[in-house]
């Protein structure tokens, strides 16, 4: 299944280089760069943020360019090894039928006709193998060919490309949330991420609010398991960011009007690690709607002035009631008047 084209675009795109290795059948050096898919961002290489269990099934765009230009039909061909040092590169390696370290990657879509670019899209089964999306973590090189026929085994084709990819596709540990939060117009959701979770890729936020005692059960969590996986429709906020230990939710994605309070539900988080895979669900505490005001709103208040007038009158900077002004400069001199005072007075 190939995302769509929005859908590919949405986080960024992701190219990463590769040395290549000079083919004799392309006459300049080729080049091949992963284009933008799924949650994929910025510039980091997939040796460090490998494939996760999520590109199992999806397809992967991988764009060759400086092929060799021909009316005939030519093919990509493909062969992995778990080391760039494999010898993939020489054609008795990959044709030896006792060889192991090389191994033939089945392609579709690899055949192109008159064409120095062509687009291949690979899964993660396909590049790895079906074994290595069930909870494992690998390395492998890929040795690409330009070639007449697929797959390819004789002596006459050189390397075309070599690059090297990751995948992990076990999640990881679920974090834990420090303790029941609250909140007016954002609520903070703050958790200690396990140890396994890398440099991490995200978070995102589940809401029940039925929970915490609300309508549906007064149970705490509610739909919500701690060590489950979570509902997908219980999802209010996402976040793909790289080392982040807490996330600030809109009310609004709970379903909080502004300045209306009193509403609370349970709220429960899973972290991504490097390769995207989202763990199982952290404990489960409650979210209360509360109203949220600092020292200088509630000092204008308790003198029964609007923010507007307190501020216009006391400048934002001035303490003292209403009925007398007294600035702070005033207070500091008067301070320290009175602190030399009481110095001679000791001294005497």
Not at 73 to 78: A, G, I, K, S
Not at 263 to 274: C, F, S
Not at 281 to 309: E, I, K, M, P, R
Request: glycine share 10%; proline share 5%; net charge negative.
């Amino acid at each position: 299944m190939t995302r769509s084209l929005a859908s590919l675009c949405s986080f960024g795109a992701l190219f990463c280089g590769w040395a290549l290795l000079a083919p004799s059948v392309v006459s300049a050096q080729p080049t091949a760069t992963f284009q933008p898919f799924g949650d994929r961002m910025g510039t980091i290489a997939f040796t460090t943020q490998p494939l996760g269990l999520a590109e199992c099934d999806i397809e992967i765009p991988i764009r060759f360019t400086m092929l060799t230009t021909s009316l005939t039909t030519r093919y990509l061909d493909m062969w992995s090894a778990t080391s760039a040092t494999a010898g993939c590169q020489t054609g008795m390696t990959r044709s030896s039928s006792t060889s192991i370290a090389c191994a033939s990657v089945p392609l579709t879509g690899n055949a192109f006709t008159n064409a120095i670019q062509h687009d291949l899209n690979v899964t993660g089964v396909q590049l790895f193998g079906a074994d290595a999306c069930t909870g494992l973590t690998t390395t492998k090189t890929f040795f690409v060919f330009d070639t007449v026929s697929a797959p390819d085994t004789s002596t006459t084709f050189t390397t075309y490309a070599t690059f090297t990819i990751s995948i992990d596709s076990q999640a990881p540990s679920p974090p834990t949330i420090a303790g029941d939060v609250a909140g007016d117009t954002t609520v903070s959701v703050t958790w200690t991420n396990p140890s396994d979770i890398g440099t991490q890729g995200g978070v995102a936020v589940y809401f029940d609010p039925g929970g915490c005692g609300g309508a549906t059960d007064g149970g705490v969590g509610g739909a919500l398991v701690a060590g489950t996986v979570p509902p997908a429709s219980l999802l209010v906020y996402q976040q793909h960011s790289q080392s982040i230990t807490s996330a600030s939710v809109p009310a609004a994605s709970l379903g909080w009007p502004a300045a209306t309070y009193g509403q609370r539900g349970a709220i429960a988080v899973t972290v991504l690690d490097n390769a995207f895979n989202p763990s199982l669900l952290s404990n489960v505490v409650c979210a209360d709607h509360v109203s949220v005001t600092g020292f200088w709103n509630q000092y204008c208040a308790d003198h029964g002035l609007s923010l507007a007038d307190c501020t216009a009158r006391y400048r934002g900077c001035s303490v003292g009631l209403p009925s007398r002004r007294t600035d702070l400069t005033m207070i500091a001199a008067l301070a320290a008047i009175m602190g030399v005072l009481f110095v001679r007075r000791r001294a005497r």
